[in-house]
């Protein structure tokens, strides 16, 4: 066989993540483990990074896209220019960068990382917000 070249992520596709703890669907997550397919560890899969929910004002991997218990895969969402709907954790106009807060809900940057722009609009907590990921 050829030394091949086998991408692990291409634009348009979702990756296959193992929970690291419970996971609400439409919120930033970030990585805790790494992938680390040459020496596996207690990993389901250890060709599967494991994600938690982000930390509030913290870098985030993507956004998960359904709920998932500690231990079960989860599709997450990643990459720049998708428009994703993420639950917010307060009002946020259109147009707002955004961040995580502690539950990984969007909220609007105040001196965290830069997660994406909002396309909508929310009025409240809870809401779904369309977030265009940076």
Do not use: W
Request: neutral net charge; charged residues 10%; hydrophobic residues 45%.
């Amino acid at each position: 066989m050829a030394n091949e070249c086998i991408p692990l992520y291409r634009p348009g596709a979702d990756i296959t993540c193992i929970a690291g703890g419970a996971i609400t669907g439409k919120t930033f997550v970030k990585v805790s483990v790494g992938l680390n397919p040459g020496n596996p560890s207690s990993n389901v899969d250890s060709t599967l990074a494991t994600v938690v929910t982000n930390t509030a004002a913290g870098r985030a991997f993507g956004v998960a896209v359904a709920d998932a218990a500690s231990g079960a895969r989860v599709a997450v969402i990643t990459g720049p220019g998708h428009v994703v709907p993420v639950t917010c954790g307060a009002a946020v106009a259109a147009g707002a960068e955004v961040e995580s807060n502690a539950t990984g809900q969007a909220i609007t940057l105040a001196s965290g990382k830069v997660l994406g722009y909002a396309v909508s609009a929310t009025t409240a907590a809870g809401q779904d917000l369309f977030v265009r990921l940076a």
